[in-house]
């Protein structure tokens, strides 16, 4: 019988493993298996299959909706008049909201990779079927993220 949990790499994983030895498994009969953490680049553009849950154009509609009526009002007691103002006042709200967006849109990425959860590791355990609940708990005792049973032909 085997059980196979996951780890975030932490003290609590050592302290499940020391725990485990206490209890009378062998080191032979537990793997421990760290997961390699995928380097996530910065995308700036969202395709259609896949999404980060930031808008990047809301603001520059937003400000070039905003910017585009003031430009029209006040275009007519201005020389050029209230078309040339509009398209005008649209490009400068959407560029400023766009700039905006970016910056604001770069430092959030950043420290949400900084902040992002440590690599896993997976543990597998081969203990014997009176043991199975005694590993289970002392496992979720150690805050594992995951827990589960493999229960081999052999070994019913």
């Given amino acids: 019988m085997y059980i196979i949990s996951t780890f975030e790499y932490s003290n609590y994983l050592e302290l499940a493993i020391t725990a485990l030895h206490m209890k009378g498994i062998p080191k032979e009969k537990i793997l421990g298996i760290p997961m390699d953490k995928r380097g996530e680049e910065l995308k700036l553009f969202d395709s259609i299959h896949a999404s980060d849950g930031l808008s990047l154009f809301d603001l520059p509609i937003i400000l070039a909706a905003l910017f585009c009526l003031f430009g029209s009002i006040y275009g007519f007691l201005l020389t050029w008049g209230p078309v040339l103002w509009g398209i005008i006042g649209m490009v400068v709200g959407f560029s400023l909201g766009l700039m905006l967006r970016l910056i604001t849109t770069k430092k959030y990425k950043y420290n949400r990779q900084k902040n992002s959860r440590a690599s896993e590791v997976v543990l597998i355990i081969e203990c014997q079927a009176t043991q199975l609940e005694m590993v289970k708990d002392l496992l979720w005792e150690h ?14």
């Fill in 143 to 156: 805050h594992a993220l995951g827990v589960g049973k493999l229960s081999l032909g052999n070994n019913k």
